[in-house]
Nanobody, 116 residues
Framework: QVQLVESGGGLVQAGGSLRLSCATSSNIFSFDTMAWYRQAPGKQRELVALITRGGTTNYADSVKGRSTISRDSAKNTVFLQMNSLKPEDTAVYYC??????????WGQGTQVTVSS
């Protein structure tokens, strides 16, 4: 049973920054990928950033250049640093951990609200 717990969300003004954390109950290197997704009201869940076991990263075009996904293996934690936040970044952010040929694991989500 894998558990993921997100934290770090909150209310921030446009142009501000947040660092989201995803603490896992398992070795993060036991997953093929770990990622951050977000879901805004009335919208589909979308990928924000992803990191593979080998360290390769991928970002949505909408956050590229102002977001960084990183990890702390000793703490089994993945982070999403978001800078220059925009109102369009407002969403519930979810952590995802995935192993090949298996269903992914999801955290409960953390709310990010960016005001104008």
């Amino acid at each position: 049973q894998v558990q993921l717990v997100e934290s770090g969300g909150g209310l921030v003004q446009a142009g501000g920054s947040l660092r989201l954390s995803c603490a896992t109950s398992s070795n993060i290197f036991s997953f093929d990928t770990m990622a951050w997704y977000r879901q805004a009201p009335g919208k589909q869940r979308e990928l924000v950033a992803l990191i593979t076991r080998g360290g390769t990263t991928n970002y949505a075009d909408s956050v590229k250049g102002r977001s960084t996904i990183s990890r702390d293996s000793a703490k089994n934690t993945v982070f999403l640093q978001m800078n220059s936040l925009k109102p369009e970044d407002t969403a519930v952010y979810y952590c995802n951990a995935q192993r090949w040929t298996a269903e992914g694991y999801w955290g409960q989500g953390t709310q990010v609200t960016v005001s104008s």
